[in-house]
C-alpha cells in the first residue's frame, strides 16, 4: 500500500494547522459562518441536518489496519460510535462538534489521512477497483496510475475551482466494477502486444439530476500521457462549463452540449499545447510509486477446490459457511489465496455501510490476521480482506461472524446501496435508511435471494444521486411532492461493462407501498425469467412494461404522488 512520504505528510499536517486556527476564528466570530463555508468545504466539512458531517478520503478505497483503528477511535471519541462508508469509497461522520474538528484531522494525519479534495469544485477522491491488485481478471494492476493521479490532482493549483465536482474513477480488469462511465472522466487501463501501459479515456458521465454515461474520447493514451491529456480536458472544461448554473455545471452537461466529437476536438487541439510536456509522467516517477504496490508475502500455498474449502466447517456451520463461499468470497490470482467481502449490510437493522467502532477495531484485527493487515472500501458500501490465504477462511468466518459481517447477501437483493438521506442530510427530499431497512427485512430469507440471484437495489435521498439509483436493477428515488416524501421507482440500470440508466416505472409511492412494490416487481421476474436468467437481462428482455402493470394493477388505495401533484 501506498506510503506517504515527508512531502505528503508536511502537506496534511500544514493544513491541520491552517484549519485549526480557522475553526477558531470561527467560534470566535471573527469569521462569518458565510467567510467560513469554503474553508471548512476545503476539508470535506458540510453543515448537515443535525451536526457537522465529516467526509474523510480514502483513496481509491485502500487503507490499512492502523488507519482502521483510527477512524474507530474517531468514531467513539468524537462521533456516536459508528461512522458510514460512502460510494465513493470514502467514510463519513455524522454527529461532529465544529471545536473538535481540528483535533479529529490531527488525529487523521498521525495515519498519513484527511479530507481535503472530498468536498468542493475540485477533481476528488478517485475511486478503483476494490480488488485492484488482486482480482483474477486484472488486465493490469491499477493503483499506481491511480496513486500518480492522486498525487497530479491534489492541490492542483489550475483545477482547484473548476466550474462543479470532477470524479475519476480508473478501471483495469475484464469487468468494470468501478462504474467507470457514470464518472466525469474514467479510465480503462490496458497493454497493448508490446506490454506497453495504456488508457482509454471516457468523458462525460455522472448521475445527478441528468444521469448520462460517459463515452470514450480518447482510445490507447500512453499512461505517461495522462496528465498531459487530463489537463487538456480539464481547461476545456473550465473554459467552458456553465458557472452560471450549478444544475448545468458538470462536465457532461457541456459534453452533451458540445456534443462528444467537437469536445474531443477542443481537447485535442488543447493537448497539443501539453504533450510531452513537463508534467509527462516519468519511468522515475513510476518506479517511486510502483513499489509501494509489490505483492505482500504471500505463502507457497496451494490451490484448493471449492469443496475442500467448504469441509474446513464444522458441520453445524457447513451450510451457512458454503452460502458465503458463495457469494462474498471472490477469486485471487495467487494460488491458494481469496478475496473476502464484509457485508456491511445486516437485514434491516443499521443504515447501508454503517460501521460501529467496535466493528472498525475488529475489522482490524481480522485483516491484521488474514490479510497482510489491509482493507478495501468498495463503493456498494462493503469491506474487502483482499489477501486472506484459503486455509484460513473458516477461522474468519468465525471471527468476522462474532461481528455480524458475514452475512452472505453480496449482490442479492438486500446488498443495498443507500444515502444517508433524510436521516442526516440536509439537501434530501425523503429518507433512504427505514426504506433500505423495510426491504431488507421483507427480503429475509437467503434460500429466496439466493433463487432470485444477482439484483442490486439502490436509494437515493434526492436527484444529486449520491446512492447511485440510476445504476441500480432496480432504483428508488425520494421526492417531494407537496412536502410529503415519496419514492420514484426506476428498472433496468445497471452497473459492469454493460452499464445503463434506469427507466422511470411511473407515479411515485409512498414509503409504507415500497416493499410491497419490490415485492410485486420481484414477483413478476420469478414468474416471467427463464431458467437461470438474471434479474437485469429478464428486464431488458421484457422491457419495464409487464413489471409496471403489476405494481399499478391493484395499487394501494390511495393517490399518486403525481395525481396528488397534478390535481
Ligand atoms: C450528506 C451529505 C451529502 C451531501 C450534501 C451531498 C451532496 C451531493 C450533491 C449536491 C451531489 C450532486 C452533484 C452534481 O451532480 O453536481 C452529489 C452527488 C453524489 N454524491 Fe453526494 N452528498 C452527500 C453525501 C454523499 C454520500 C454519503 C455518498 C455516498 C453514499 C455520496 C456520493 C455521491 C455520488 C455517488 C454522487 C453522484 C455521482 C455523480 O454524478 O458524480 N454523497 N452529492
Ligand atoms: S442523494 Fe440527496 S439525500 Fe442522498 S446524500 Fe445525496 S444529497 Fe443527500
Not at 479534495?117 to 491511480?146: H, K, L, M, W, Y
Not at 441528468?210 to 487530463?230: A, C, F, H, S
Not at 489465496?337 to 437493522?349: D, E, F, N, Q, R
Request: hydrophobic share 40%.
Amino acid at each position: 500500500m501506498y506510503k506517504y512520504d515527508e512531502i505528503d505528510q508536511r502537506l496534511v499536517d500544514d493544513r491541520v494547522a491552517q484549519f485549526r486556527d480557522q475553526v477558531k476564528r470561527r467560534i470566535a466570530d471573527d469569521l462569518s459562518e458565510e467567510e467560513f463555508r469554503p474553508l471548512r468545504l476545503q476539508n470535506g466539512l458540510y453543515l448537515q441536518r443535525h451536526a457537522y458531517m465529516l467526509r474523510v478520503a480514502i483513496p481509491y478505497g485502500l487503507f490499512n489496519s492502523a488507519q482502521m483503528r483510527v477512524l474507530g477511535h474517531i468514531a467513539k471519541k468524537y462521533d456516536r460510535g459508528y461512522g458510514h462508508f460512502t460510494t465513493r469509497q470514502n467514510i463519513q461522520y455524522n454527529w461532529l462538534n465544529l471545536e473538535d474538528t481540528p483535533e479529529i484531522l490531527a488525529e487523521l494525519a498521525k495515519v498519513q489521512m484527511h479530507a481535503i479534495q472530498t468536498s468542493g469544485n475540485c477533481i476528488r477522491n478517485i475511486t478503483s477497483d476494490p480488488f485492484a491488485g488482486v482480482a483474477g481478471d486484472e488486465v493490469v494492476d491499477p493503483r499506481a496510475v491511480c496513486e500518480l493521479l492522486r498525487q497530479w490532482s491534489t492541490l492542483h493549483p489550475e483545477f482547484a475551482y473548476l466550474p462543479r465536482k470532477f470524479k475519476i474513477a480508473v478501471s483495469a480488469s475484464a469487468e468494470d466494477r468501478a462504474i467507470v462511465a457514470a464518472h466525469d472522466v474514467g479510465l480503462y487501463l490496458h497493454k497493448n502486444n508490446q506490454g506497453q501501459l495504456l488508457a482509454d479515456v471516457l468523458v462525460g458521465g455522472g448521475m445527478g439530476r441528468t444521469p448520462i454515461l460517459g463515452v470514450i474520447i480518447k482510445r490507447d493514451l500512453p499512461w505517461q500521457e495522462l496528465p498531459n491529456y487530463l489537463s487538456a480536458v480539464l481547461r476545456v472544461y473550465n473554459r467552458f462549463g456553465r458557472r452560471d448554473n450549478m444544475y448545468k455545471a458538470r462536465i457532461k452537461i457541456l459534453v452533451k452540449a458540445l456534443g462528444a466529437e467537437e469536445f474531443a476536438r477542443q481537447v485535442e487541439s488543447e493537448y497539443e499545447h501539453w504533450v510531452g510536456g513537463n508534467s509527462t509522467f516519468t519511468e522515475t516517477e513510476w518506479q517511486r510509486v510502483a513499489k509501494h504496490f509489490t505483492k505482500p508475502a504471500y505463502k507457497q500455498a496451494t490451490s484448493l477446490q471449492a469443496e475442500q474449502v467448504a469441509q474446513l466447517a464444522d458441520a453445524t456451520d457447513q451450510k451457512a459457511f458454503a452460502r458465503w463461499l458463495e457469494r462474498n468470497v471472490k477469486s485471487h490470482q495467487v494460488s491458494g489465496y481469496a478475496s473476502v467481502v464484509l457485508s456491511l449490510k445486516p437485514h434491516g437493522t443499521v443504515a447501508p455501510g454503517d460501521v460501529t467502532t467496535e466493528q472498525m477495531l475488529a475489522i482490524a484485527d481480522l485483516a491484521d490476521k488474514y490479510s497482510f493487515g489491509e482493507i478495501r472500501a468498495t463503493h456498494e458500501q462493503n469491506l474487502v480482506l483482499a489477501d486472506v490465504e484459503q486455509a484460513q477462511l473458516y477461522s474468519l468466518w468465525k471471527d468476522a461472524k462474532t461481528q455480524g459481517l458475514v452475512l452472505p447477501n453480496i449482490g442479492y437483493l438486500t446488498d443495498i446501496i443507500a444515502c444517508p438521506g433524510g436521516d442526516f442530510c440536509s439537501l434530501a427530499n425523503a429518507k433512504s435508511i427505514p426504506i433500505a431497512n423495510e426491504i431488507q427485512k421483507r427480503f429475509d430469507d437467503l434460500d429466496y435471494l439466493h433463487d432470485l440471484g444477482d439484483i442490486s437495489l439502490n436509494i437515493s435521498g434526492c436527484m444529486n444521486s449520491c446512492g447511485h439509483h440510476h445504476v441500480g436493477n432496480i432504483g428508488i428515488l425520494g421526492v417531494d411532492k407537496d412536502g410529503q416524501e415519496w419514492y420514484q421507482v426506476t428498472l433496468g440500470g445497471d452497473q459492469g461493462n454493460n452499464a445503463s440508466i434506469g427507466k422511470v416505472i411511473g407515479p411515485s409511492f409512498f414509503a409504507e407501498d415500497m416493499p410491497d412494490v419490490i415485492s410485486k416487481v420481484i414477483d413478476v421476474f420469478v414468474e416471467k425469467r427463464e431458467p437461470e436468467e438474471k434479474f437485469i437481462d429478464a428486464v431488458r428482455r421484457l422491457g419495464i412494461t409487464p413489471f409496471k402493470e403489476r405494481v399499478y394493477q391493484d395499487r394501494p388505495n390511495r393517490k399518486a404522488a403525481d395525481e396528488v401533484s397534478h390535481g
